[in-house]
């Protein structure tokens, strides 16, 4: 192991200290702090409006926060860019991709972007093609590409310069059964050799199944964070999500809608 990577395994994969947004009158994160360990498979759950897009998008270079500050493996996100850039791979929600390529010119493109040997992007396009199944597809435009090949090309996109932390905001949207199961294959291999994933989800079961560590965020701050066991404690990650976050409803007054 090298003083680099020995110092990376010490170090989080991402901290996040005091980091908030606020859009007009509304608060969209409100000074949230947040640390992931290196090498876990982190989770980040809560509703819709949460904030989890913005803090991502904040973290990782994509929307300048108003306060507070973020770090990749010790790097400073704001103050170094370039250099917090170099380890991460995103994969943003909304994905916006240069859509007139192929599959295969767009991987290929993120790994020249980066700087890599043009022999080395071909070898590892094709190999990450080959997992996502999508080699049948790489002479695609992917303005013609479905939503859920649309996400894993955005995903090879994202891993092709072998990223230290990976940061994926609903990976699995719109993605099939069989699809999903090869990606959090590539990721549980990804997480395995060193690698830190980061993941929004709504899909509760999938990040319990999937994630050892797991924050769950409400109205822009943190109610609840650690490893998976201690957050869910006696219940299922479901219950303990909707026991923090509230809003639950019965269903009353829909008696009309009974058939019998």
Known sequence: MTDTQEHHTRVPAL??????????????VDAISLEVPAGSFY??????????????????????????????????????????????????????????????????????????????????????????????????????????????????SALVHAPRVLVLDEPFES?????????????EDYVASGGTVIVSSHVMDLVQRMCDHVAVISGGRVLAAGTVDEVRGEQSLEERFVELVGGRTHGGGLEWLRTS
């Open 15 to 28: 901290t996040l200290r005091g980091l908030g947004k606020r859009f007009g009158e509304k608060i969209a």
């Open 43 to 156: 989770g980040l759950v809560g509703p819709n409006g949460a904030g989890k897009t913005t803090t991502l998008s904040m973290a990782t270079g994509l929307l300048r926060p108003d306060i507070g500050q973020a770090f990749v493996l010790g790097t400073d996100v704001w103050q170094k860019p370039l250099e917090a850039k170099r380890l991460l791979g995103v994969l943003p929600d909304g994905v916006r991709l240069f859509d007139r390529l192929t599959g295969e010119q767009l991987v290929t493109y993120s790994g020249l972007l980066r700087g890599m040997e043009r022999d080395v992007v071909a070898q590892r396009t094709a190999d990450l093609l080959s997992a996502l199944d999508l080699t049948g597809d790489a002479g695609t435009l992917v303005v013609d590409y479905s939503a859920g090949m649309t996400k894993k090309i955005a995903l090879a």
């Open 175 to 187: 993605v099939d059964p069989v699809s999903s199961a090869n990606i959090r294959s590539i990721l």
